[in-house]
């Protein structure tokens, strides 16, 4: 038997699998749901044995568990592959908004619907399949696998970077593949070679000792809510370009090459205004809207507040104004450094009459970028047009996923996104699905992959 009729012959057990995998409610941002984690954790360290692979273990992290094994029987001639997912799902409220119990998974229209399915359980479940298919056929595989899956990935990997670095032996290898991850639609393949880094600050202005009457005072003390509004607007042009002293200098430029592979993706600026209820494009002159959503930084005001905000009006000079920014970053731009510039321009522009305290916010990422040429990307591009019959698309992601930057500074290995949901899942939203053609196509996808990495 080959893997490809062993695939065949035990899909609908791997489909009563996934549908126990996505009964257990594994959400990690509730405390009320951490021993569900747990028995997650506990599920896939025994499907892990079941599959075939060895030294399967719940390990701690501080905060909700990782679950690693391995198979390396190699031979230190092939290389070690890293499969990389997780098992903790979103919140599922507004329980009322599904069709169907979260947590109660059904089959509808080839589709397997609950929370997780597709991100990432489903997603996750796949490699797990495809390495048990050519255990139990070939008694082998082409390749070193170790796997690590964690339990926090939706509350955003806390505890995993101390994790990573203190087993830095136990990960060791020389390619990482993210079950974790996205193809363009069911039947257009992706590849997606960089994600944004993450840096927020929250400022404070203090002006009066407390809110002072505006006919009394006004025209002769600051009024914070004023100075804050006048030193975010001194952030950015009108035109949308980024006016914080050396914000770009480290930015990485767009090549021609990175500029075609971004052309070549299908955009509809109609119906991507439509979708957002926005009335036009805006942003960063020089760079079409796809370019800047995904390899242009970004610098955004997310929260703005002080003063009276009740019916009617309270006629006072507010004591205090805070806001909350975030910048999106791309590569070679540091979150510290930039958190550092936007302080800076806080002192050197800051209004009279005023003090400000600037706070870094926690959940902080570096960027990522998969460097041209990388092997592990041509190769997963390589299957994917075997299997979709098309080149992948070579796009970027305008988010953060912390866990690839954690490979890189601790493994020194660029990660690469070989998961098989699509965009228009529901992930994080009611009605989360997964299709079974996607399920049963990133099974083929990895065992092609594993056979290629080995030949």
């Keep these: ?129 495809s390495l048990e298919a050519m255990l139990q056929t070939e008694g082998r595989l082409p390749v070193n696998v170790k796997l690590i899956f964690e339990g926090q990935e939706e509350i955003g990997s806390p505890e995993l970077p101390a994790f990573v670095a203190a087993h830095r032996d136990l990960l060791t290898c020389d390619m990482i593949f993210s079950a974790d991850g996205l193809q363009w639609t069911a039947d257009e393949p992706n590849l997606i070679t960089g994600l944004k880094g993450l840096v927020g600050a929250e400022i404070t202005l203090q002006g009066a000792q407390s809110d002072q009457h505006s006919g009394l005072h006004g025209g002769g003390i600051a009024n914070p809510l004023m100075a804050l509004a006048q030193l975010l607007a001194g952030m950015k042009t009108t035109d949308g370009t980024i006016s914080v002293d050396g914000f770009y200098d480290d930015v990485t430029a767009l090549t021609d090459e990175d500029r075609a592979a971004i052309a070549r993706v299908p955009f509809d600026e109609t119906a991507y205004l439509a979708e957002t209820g926005a009335p036009a494009a805006v942003g960063e002159p020089g760079y079409t809207v796809r370019e800047r959503l995904w390899a242009r930084p970004t610098l955004e005001v997310n929260g703005l507040w002080g003063g009276y905000q009740g019916l009617g009006s309270k006629t006072v000079l507010p004591a205090e104004a805070s806001a909350k920014i975030t910048c999106r970053l791309v590569a070679e731009q540091k979150p510290g450094h930039v958190f550092d510039l936007i302080r800076a321009h806080v002192d050197t522009h800051l209004p009279p009459g005023v003090t400000a305290e600037v706070t870094r916010l926690q959940g902080s990422a570096d960027p990522f970028l998969v460097p041209a040429g ?40 660029h990660g690469v996104m070989f998961g098989f949901s699509t965009g228009d899942e529901n992930l994080h939203a009611p009605n989360e699905f ?16 594993l056979e290629k990495l080995g030949a």
Excluded at 80 to 109: K, N
Aim: charged content about 20%; overall charge negative.
């Design 1 to 129: 038997m080959t893997w490809q009729t062993y695939l065949k012959s035990h899909q609908s057990r791997f489909v009563e699998e996934l549908l126990d995998f996505v009964r257990i409610p594994s959400v990690s941002a509730s405390a009320d749901h951490a021993a569900d984690v747990r028995r997650a954790a506990e599920w896939v360290s025994a499907r892990l044995t079941a599959a075939g692979l060895e030294n399967a273990a719940v390990m701690e992290t501080g905060g909700h568990p990782v679950v690693c094994a391995d198979w390396c029987h190699a031979g230190p001639e092939k290389p070690t592959i890293l499969i990389y997912g997780h098992f903790d799902v979103q919140p599922a409220e507004p329980f009322e908004l599904w069709d169907s119990p979260p947590f109660a998974p059904e089959i509808r229209q080839d589709c397997v619907w609950g929370r997780g399915a597709s991100d990432d359980k489903g997603g996750m479940l796949i490699p797990i399949l």
């Design 434 to 449: 997964f299709r079974l053609a996607s399920f049963e196509r990133g099974q083929r996808a990895y065992c092609r992959l």
């Design 374 to 413: 990388h092997n592990a990307s041509q190769t997963a591009g390589e299957v994917l047009r075997e299997l979709y019959g098309m080149d992948p698309y070579v796009t970027r992601v305008g988010g953060s996923i912390p866990v690839m930057t954690v490979f890189l500074k601790e493994l020194g290995v």
